[in-house]
């Protein structure tokens, strides 16, 4: 295995800090790095290559830093201390039945090609998140939005991907969904109907972004703590593989 020094003060380049979050916890595009769970590989040389050749059919692109800075990002990365795991006590098997029929949560996310467009693709979310991360997702969807964050975090001007958007016609049509794009004449919004609309401002009344999630808040008396344990068990499962 290569060798590496660690550098005084590691810290991530500003495309790295725009994939993958503040701190590495994961953003909009990339996943948490902090968590050792490394699809491509765990190996220095293997994140190396990674980080230097990109990953293909993934937004994960080829860098072209010098041999140096990728080691440094690697030393930063090793740096990181993961947090402590939530023990997850569930069964897989269960939480699948749950997310595909119960709880309906295949309606807006997709896991391998099986689901909905509204919500984010699933199908390596247990690669990507953290068992804290999935527990407030669930519990409170809407925290990171109402908070005002942006996505994947506030420094890039980067619209709020998940964001319910309402737009009302001029003649009185209401349509409920998430923006795909908008600029200053039109927006493209993905409704709850799971249909495409192709809008231009000037034929809205309103358009209003409600800093809030499409996904419903999942308290106890919807989906009770062994639900979730069993719900929780089957995303961590998913690791793209």
């Not at 990109?54 to 080829?62: H, I, N, S």
């Not at 964001?163 to 001029?170: E, F, H, L, P, W």
């Not at 401002?201 to 809030?212: P, T």
Request: with cysteine; net charge negative.
């Amino acid at each position: 295995m290569t060798e590496f020094c660690m550098p005084s003060e590691p810290r991530p380049p500003a495309s790295a800090t725009y994939f993958h979050g503040l701190n590495a916890r994961g953003g909009g595009r990339g996943p948490d790095l902090t968590q050792g769970r490394w699809i491509h590989g765990s190996s220095n040389d293997a994140i190396f290559r990674t980080i230097s050749q990109g990953v293909p059919g993934t937004e994960m692109p080829a860098n072209p830093f010098e041999e140096s800075e990728v080691w440094a990002l690697i030393a930063y990365i090793r740096s990181l201390n993961a947090p402590v795991h939530s023990p997850v006590t569930g069964d897989p098997g269960a939480g699948e039945r749950l997310f595909f029929g119960k709880q309906k949560c295949a309606g807006c996310h997709m896991v391998k090609g099986r689901g909905g467009h509204l919500g984010p693709d699933l199908s390596r979310v247990g690669a990507a998140r953290s068992i804290s991360y999935l527990i407030e997702s669930i519990r409170e969807p809407s925290k990171e939005l109402s908070l005002g964050y942006l996505d994947p975090n506030n420094h890039y001007g980067i619209p709020l991907e998940y964001d319910t958007v309402i737009v009302v016609t001029r003649d009185g049509q209401r349509i409920t969904g998430i923006a795909k794009n908008e600029d200053a004449f039109t927006i493209q919004l993905l409704g709850e109907d799971d249909e495409l609309h192709l809008l231009s401002k000037r034929d809205l009344a309103e358009v209003r972004h409600e800093r809030r999630s499409l996904m419903p808040v999942y308290t106890a008396e919807m989906l009770s703590s062994s639900e979730l344990q069993d719900l929780l068990a089957y995303l961590s499962s998913l690791r793209g593989e």
